[in-house]
Structure formats: structure tokens, C-alpha cells
């Protein structure tokens, strides 16, 4: 049975530096939040209970992108019940031939690995190489749900505080992308 708490973990033991920074910057950002511990999960069907919890915020799965090159790289949010097509992305950003970003480069500019993916990893790209995309629904929702890094834990925090707080605290501003509905 997952719990919900109010902001940080009582104590940071066994915890890893990353998950602690996140929280450490929300609070300073004074950013509300909610948080549940819970199993590894690497999949949107493992999360499936983590999202019931989280209801009504938004549902999304988060993509590391780059093109052919290697030389532009893009975090996709999207909804959890849409599919991600390269075609359609890479025509509103202009950038052709899109595919998965490896995980070494996950891990270097983010430090995130594979099934943690999340907008907080933004945080650990003082260089700005990595874009952030999100899916035009997202907007529309009051909270998200995401990860703090690793994949032990997810928080809840208002889709606002993200963009007005978070993404110019850690400079970075978004592109809205448009993606077609669930199927």
C-alpha cells in the first residue's frame, strides 16, 4: 500500500545525493509537493498504482531524444496514453530523424538512468545542451506526477510551479508540442 507524504523523507538514509537534491531545491524554490516511496519502476504499467494515488494529476512518460548526430538532445513529456511518433515531433521542432538517446548520454547530461527519466533531471544540465518538450495536454493539467531522479520514488507538484518556478531556477524554458490523441 503506497503512502502519500508531504514533501521531503524524514531522513535521507539510503538515499542517493540526486533524489535529496531535488528536494532540497524544491524547498528552496519553496515549491509545495507530494511524495510516495515505492518499488523500482521502470514502466508506465509499473507506475499504474503510483498514478491512482496521484489522481486526478497528470499521467505522463518521459522520452530522452536526440537526433541522428548525437548533437541535439530533447526531453519529451507526453501523456502516459499517447504515442510518440518521431514523425510528428521531429516536424514541429525541425529536427528529422529522431531516436532514443543512449544512456550514457542519458546519464552525462542528466544523470538519470533508463525508467528515471524526469523533468528534474534538468537540474543537472548546467550547460543547457538538453531541450525540454512538452505535450500541449500537459499544460492543461493542474499536477503532475514525476520521479526525483530515480525511480524509488515519485513526487506530485502543480504543473505551475514547474514552469513559473522550477525551469527558470534551473534555466531552462520548454517548447509546447502538439501530439495526436491516445489510441
Known amino acids: 500500500m503506497l503512502t502519500l507524504y508531504q514533501g521531503r523523507p524524514e531522513s535521507t538514509e539510503g538515499r542517493l545525493p540526486k533524489e535529496i537534491a531535488v528536494y532540497d531545491l524544491l524547498d528552496r524554490l519553496q515549491i ?4 510516495t516511496d515505492h518499488e523500482p519502476a521502470f514502466t ?3 507506475c499504474a498504482a503510483i498514478d491512482r494515488l496521484f489522481a486526478p494529476a497528470a499521467v505522463c512518460k518521459n522520452l530522452f531524444l536526440c537526433n541522428s548526430q548525437k548533437t541535439k538532445f530533447y526531453l519529451l513529456m507526453i501523456r502516459d496514453d499517447k ?7 521531429s516536424a514541429q521542432i525541425s529536427s528529422p530523424r529522431l531516436s532514443f538517446g543512449p544512456e550514457e548520454l542519458l546519464e552525462e547530461l542528466l544523470d538519470l538512468t533508463p525508467g528515471s527519466i524526469s523533468v528534474m533531471g534538468l ?7 538538453v531541450q525540454l518538450l512538452v505535450d500541449r495536454d500537459l499544460l492543461d493539467a493542474e499536477e503532475i506526477g514525476c520521479h526525483p531522479c530515480i525511480n524509488t520514488s515519485s513526487i506530485r507538484l502543480r504543473v505551475r510551479d514547474l514552469v513559473e518556478k522550477f525551469l527558470p531556477a534551473v534555466g531552462h524554458d520548454y517548447t509546447v508540442v502538439t501530439l ?3 489510441e
Request: proline residues 4%.
Open 32 to 35: 509545495p509537493y507530494q511524495r
Open 44 to 46: 508506465m504499467e509499473a
Open 83 to 89: 504515442k510518440f511518433r518521431t514523425k510528428e515531433i
Open 123 to 129: 537540474m543537472n544540465d548546467r550547460e543547457n545542451r
Open 180 to 182: 495526436g490523441a491516445g
